[in-house]
């Protein structure tokens, strides 16, 4: 049966000189792989801002049951200087303890994550030495390794070559299928969101278009600018 981990109802969000969406009403189910997708200024880090608390709503109520919930930002460079080992890295993720040491359980879950994002051969370099996509991946495995049941990425594929996204994606894909992790993915990147997504929230002209994947019709959704989305709601056949 399905189970709800978030409920959103009547969400609305305004700054005082601009209202950015309202009326958003969504049902997220363990498991779902939601992508966020609008033009620049829609409205998608708000949205996420609101879901994380850091933003009240000015109208409406989200619910969200998940307890755990690891994050992956855009990538952004690691200074080759940066002295700790990939492994270490990772394991920032694992606890808010101030043990020096890891437990019996973080290892295996460190040990684990590793293999599962097919880093256990890099799990000694130094991170600053790593390629820019395996430094993704290492933020991927840092946020995965906790066992989360809710990943955000916020366009965590942006600035990363064209193997490399599908590379990342096709981790997070395998990842929830095995442990039926809860994936929300903000992007531009409309053929990643159609081969990876299962439902999609389109943020758009203050209101937000929900529906399941296969009834996003990204030929319509395409502008000019590559990391544009932009037309008429009319166009969505959801
Ligand atoms: N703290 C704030 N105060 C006032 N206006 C804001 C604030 N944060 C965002 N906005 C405005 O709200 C709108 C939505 O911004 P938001 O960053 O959520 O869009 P976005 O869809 O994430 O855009 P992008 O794709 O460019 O990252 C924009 O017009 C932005 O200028």
């Known amino acids: 049966m399905m189970e709800t981990i978030i409920s959103i109802k009547n969400l609305a969000v305004n700054f005082p000189d601009k209202q950015v969406f ?37 109208q409406g109520k989200i619910v969200n049951h998940a307890q755990t919930m690891g994050y992956v930002p855009q990538f952004r460079n690691i200074d080759s200087e940066y002295p700790l080992s990939l492994r270490n890295f990772v394991a920032l993720g694992l606890t808010t303890s101030m043990r020096p040491w890891l437990s019996r359980l973080e290892k295996h879950k460190l040990t684990n994550i590793l293999a599962e994002t097919e880093l256990t051969s890099l799990a000694n370099i130094r991170l600053g ?49 095995v442990h039926e992790l809860t994936v929300i993915f903000v992007t ?19 209101r937000g278009v929900t529906g399941a994947m296969a009834n996003l019709d990204t030929t319509q959704l395409m502008a000019s600018g590559e990391n544009q989305i932009a037309c008429g709601e009319e166009h969505l056949n959801v």
């Open 129 to 177: 030495t790593a390629s820019g996509g395996e430094k993704q991946k290492a933020y991927l495995a840092q946020a995965l390794v906790n066992q989360p049941e809710l990943l955000i990425l916020d366009e965590s594929t942006a600035n990363l070559d064209n193997v490399m996204k599908y590379e990342l994606l096709d981790l997070v894909a395998h990842y929830r299928q």
């Open 22 to 58: 309202n009326d958003i009403n969504l049902e997220i189910n363990r498991g779902d792989f939601l992508c966020v997708v609008g033009d620049n200024g829609a409205g998608k880090t708000t949205f996420l801002r609101t879901l994380l608390k850091q933003l009240k709503p000015n």
């Open 188 to 206: 531009h990147d409309l053929p990643l969101a159609k081969q990876y997504g299962t439902h999609y929230l389109l943020i758009q002209n203050g």
